[in-house]
Nanobody, 115 residues
Framework: QVQLVESGGGLVQPGGSLRLSCAASGSRFTMYHMGWHRQAPGKQRDLVAVISSGGDTNYADSVKGRFTISRDNAKNTVTLQMNSLKPEDTAVYYC?????????WGQGTQVTVSS
């Protein structure tokens, strides 16, 4: 079981940037796939970006070239750098950890992109 705490959400204008962070508890962080999903009002929760235990990354097509996911295994953290934000990026962003035992989710952090 992994406890996850997100931070860094907020209100930003279109074209702006935000950096989300996720702090994880657990001694096997280096073994976890980590990532971010988001859920906009009235829509399903969808994948934004993932990073494997080995550092391989994948992104949703809608965020490629704008978002960057990274991890610091020594600090048990994963980050999502979001640049060139669009109103369509508005959602609650959830950090998750994936292991063979299952998935753990954070509480979510609100990102609002609006003029």
């Amino acid at each position: 079981q992994v406890q996850l705490v997100e931070s860094g959400g907020g209100l930003v204008q279109p074209g702006g940037s935000l950096r989300l962070s996720c702090a994880a508890s657990g001694s096997r962080f280096t073994m976890y796939h980590m990532g971010w999903h988001r859920q906009a009002p009235g829509k399903q929760r969808d994948l934004v970006a993932v990073i494997s235990s080995g550092g391989d990354t994948n992104y949703a097509d809608s965020v490629k070239g704008r978002f960057t996911i990274s991890r610091d295994n020594a600090k048990n953290t994963v980050t999502l750098q979001m640049n060139s934000l669009k109103p369509e990026d508005t959602a609650v962003y959830y950090c998750y950890a994936l292991s063979v035992s299952g998935v753990s989710w954070g509480q979510g952090t609100q990102v609002t992109v609006s003029s």
